[in-house]
C-alpha cells in the first residue's frame, strides 16, 4: 500500500517570503501521480498543483512550485512571495496511475498547517 | 456553474443512530467519490460510485454505504453511529475518464455524542 507522509505539522512564513513545504511517499508503483491540496477553513479541498511521475520536469503554477525528486521519492511545495490568502492547511497526495477507468482514489498526508505573518 | 455542493453542512446524532449525507456532483461530472477526514488527518477514502454502482472501496467496514442515482447524485449512510465516526465527511466528483482531476465539496461536519 502506498503511503504519504508530511514531517512538518505546521510552518510559518513571513509574507513576501518564500517557504517549503516537504512530502515523501512510499509505493513500488513507476506510474502515478502527485498532488499538493490547500485547505483552508472553508474545508473545501482546492488543488494547488500536481505532477505526473514519468515527467521530469519539476511543475510549477505561478507563485506554486515543486521540487520532485522521483528516487528519493519526496515531493516538496515551494510557494514563493508568499500572500495572507495562502494561510491554510496543504496535503500531500498521491495517486496510481495503474487503473481500468475512471479516477484512482487518492492517498493523502496528515497535512502541514501554514500561517503567514503580515 | 455549480460545483461539488454537499447537505447538510452541520450534523449532531447520537451513538447507535444512523445517519445519511448528500452530495450533487458539478455538472458535467458523473462519478462521486466519499472521503472520511478526522480530526487532524488527512481524508480517507471511502467509496467511489459511477453508473450506479460502488467501483472502488477503501478500508471501511460494512456500516458505510453508498448509493447513486440516475442524475449523479450521491448518498453516504453509515449505520450503528460510533464517537470514532465523528469527521468531516468531503464528497468529490469527477467525469469517469482516466486520469480526471477531483473536485471537492464543502464537506459535512459529523458530531457523534
Known amino acids: 500500500a502506498q503511503t504519504v507522509t508530511q514531517s512538518q505539522p505546521e510552518m510559518s512564513v513571513q509574507e513576501a517570503e518564500t517557504v517549503t513545504l516537504s512530502c515523501t511517499y512510499d509505493?513500488?508503483?513507476?506510474?502515478?501521480?502527485l498532488f499538493w491540496y490547500k485547505q483552508p477553513p472553508s474545508r473545501q479541498m482546492i488543488l494547488v498543483i500536481r505532477?505526473?511521475?514519468?515527467?521530469?520536469q519539476n511543475a510549477t503554477e505561478n507563485r506554486f512550485s515543486v521540487n520532485f525528486q522521483k528516487a528519493a521519492k519526496s515531493f516538496s511545495l515551494k510557494i514563493s512571495d508568499s500572500q495572507l490568502g495562502d494561510a491554510a492547511m496543504y496535503f500531500c497526495?498521491?495517486?496510481?496511475?495503474?487503473?481500468?477507468?475512471?479516477?484512482?482514489?487518492?492517498?493523502f498526508g496528515k497535512g502541514t498547517k501554514l500561517t503567514v505573518n503580515p | 456553474d455549480a460545483g461539488v455542493t454537499q447537505s447538510p453542512t452541520h450534523l449532531i446524532k447520537t451513538r447507535g443512530q444512523q445517519v445519511t449525507l448528500r452530495c450533487s456532483p458539478k455538472?458535467?461530472?458523473?462519478?462521486v467519490s466519499w472521503y472520511q477526514q478526522a480530526l487532524g488527518q488527512g481524508p480517507q477514502f471511502i467509496f467511489q460510485?459511477?453508473?450506479?454502482?460502488?467501483?472502488q472501496r477503501g478500508n471501511f467496514p460494512d456500516r458505510f454505504s453508498g448509493h447513486q442515482f440516475p442524475n449523479y447524485s450521491s448518498e453516504l449512510n453509515v449505520n450503528a453511529l460510533l464517537l470514532g465516526d465523528s469527521a468531516l465527511y468531503l464528497c468529490?466528483?469527477?467525469?469517469?475518464?482516466?486520469?480526471?482531476?477531483?473536485?471537492f465539496g464543502n464537506g459535512t461536519r459529523l458530531t457523534v455524542t
Open positions: 509505493t513500488s508503483e513507476s506510474d502515478y501521480y
Open positions: 497526495a498521491y495517486r496510481s496511475g495503474v487503473t481500468q477507468g475512471g479516477s484512482e482514489k487518492l492517498v
Open positions: 505532477q505526473e511521475a514519468y515527467k521530469q
Open positions: 455538472s458535467g461530472h458523473d462519478t
Open positions: 460510485y459511477y453508473e450506479e454502482e460502488e467501483r
Open positions: 468529490a466528483s469527477s467525469p469517469w475518464s482516466y486520469n480526471s482531476p477531483l473536485h
